[in-house]
Nanobody, 121 residues
Framework: QVQLVESGGGLVHPGESLRLSCATS????????IGWFRQAPGKERERVSC????????FYADSVKGRFAISRDNDAKAIYLQMDNLQPEDTAIYYC??????????????WGQGVQVTVSS
């Protein structure tokens, strides 16, 4: 079955970095777009980034543009989110999700369970 598992979260100080990983199984990752989402307490879920299977330019929310970078390693069956210069407003539960075949569609069909990222001074 389709499965996505996030890892790499934790607690950091403002200005520090984390790299989140999304390990996938149960489908051929090469053909699918994968997105990262986050949700903070009391706030709506936000689409942070997405990377297509082929030549689609990665998507970044304005709130993270220039600080976060999405990448994929199809051989490792994994998607990554490098988060630099983290700020308290980045504190949230982060989810990876399968968005669709080839292209980022913004309507995921499978989700990971989420991983906590906390940025605190």
């Amino acid at each position: 079955q389709v499965q996505l598992v996030e890892s790499g979260g934790g607690l950091v100080h403002p200005g520090e970095s984390l790299r989140l990983s999304c390990a996938t199984s149960g489908f051929t990752l090469d053909f699918y777009a994968i997105g990262w989402f986050r949700q903070a307490p009391g706030k709506e879920r936000e689409r942070v980034s997405c990377i297509g299977a082929k030549d689609e330019s990665p998507f970044y929310a304005d709130s993270v543009k220039g600080r976060f970078a999405i990448s994929r390693d199809n051989d490792a069956k994994a998607i990554y989110l490098q988060m630099d210069n983290l700020q308290p407003e980045d504190t949230a539960i982060y989810y990876c999700a399968r968005e669709g075949m080839l292209y980022c569609r913004g309507n995921p069909d499978y989700w990971g369970q989420g991983v906590q990222v906390t940025v605190s001074s």
